[in-house]
């Protein structure tokens, strides 16, 4: 048990170090949300009723809402960290909980390092493109394909990842995953992922980003 809490602190004063490293005014940050939750809760509650049942209510909502300010710096800290690297896009995919997302890294590489990932979930098989979109398209383009002939009554969506205006950031890229219609149950998802096996990657061996941001990200929503 005591190793348990051993770790569990560890962990989180990694995640702290990592995020101040981007964000140098964090525990200004935290401390902030934390005491002003904490009058806005204290001082109408502690009049209306008693400062006892102010202070029961209020520490815990100010610290609730520090911790979560801290998950989100700490989220985006961890995304910055491997932002631009190649394959960050999957590492990102990997790390998410639920959702049923099966991703295949790298099904097509260039010359460039620009990476094409395929994923599979609900929505049917979504292409992601790591690089410029000039670049990236002829390689979607010709995924896209390569797949159909595979699965031609599977829906199939492309999905950009960058930072151009016609893109999708790491940050945001689970909220537009999430936005894509559920077309697919689970067992037809397995289903479509095991037809698609026989297709393998561009390169399997290429290695995905793995630093801080999965483990970081699977930790703060733990103590979240």
Same mark, same amino acid.
Request: glycine letters at 8%.
């Given at each position: ?41 204290? &001082?109408?509650? $502690?009049?209306?009723? !008693? ?55 790298? =099904? ?10 395929? =994923?599979? $979930? ?11 979109? !000039? ?20 829906? &199939? ?24 219609? +559920? ?11 095991? +037809? ?11 290695? &995905? ?12 929503? +733990?103590?979240?």
């Amino acid at each position: 048990m005591f190793g348990k809490i051993r770790s569990t602190f560890s962990s989180l004063a990694q995640n702290w170090q990592m995020t101040q490293k981007v964000y140098r005014l964090l525990p200004l940050e935290v401390a902030g949300i934390f005491f002003g939750v904490l009058l806005v809760v204290l &001082i109408p509650v $502690g009049l209306w009723l !008693n400062w006892i049942t102010a202070a029961i209510l209020a520490i815990p909502l100010a610290m609730l809402a520090g911790t979560y300010w801290f998950s989100r710096r700490a989220m985006r800290a961890a995304y910055a960290q491997i932002e631009g690297q190649p394959g960050a896009a999957a590492a990102v995919v990997q790390s998410y909980r639920g959702g049923n997302w099966l991703i295949t890294p790298a =099904v097509a590489v260039n010359k460039s390092q620009d990476i094409v990932h395929r =994923v599979v $979930g609900r929505p049917g098989v979504v292409l992601l493109s790591e690089g410029p979109s !000039n670049r990236v398209v002829p390689m979607l383009a010709n995924e896209r394909k390569r797949t159909a002939r595979w699965l031609p009554d599977i829906p &199939i969506y492309e999905i950009q990842v960058g930072n151009a205006d016609d893109q999708v950031t790491l940050l945001k890229l689970q909220k537009a995953l999430n936005k894509l219609p +559920r077309n697919l149950r689970g067992g037809e998802i397995t289903e479509v992922r095991r +037809r698609l096996d026989a297709l393998g990657n561009a390169a399997s061996s290429m290695p &995905i980003p793995k630093g801080p941001m999965p483990t970081s990200t699977r930790q703060v929503r +733990r103590q979240r």
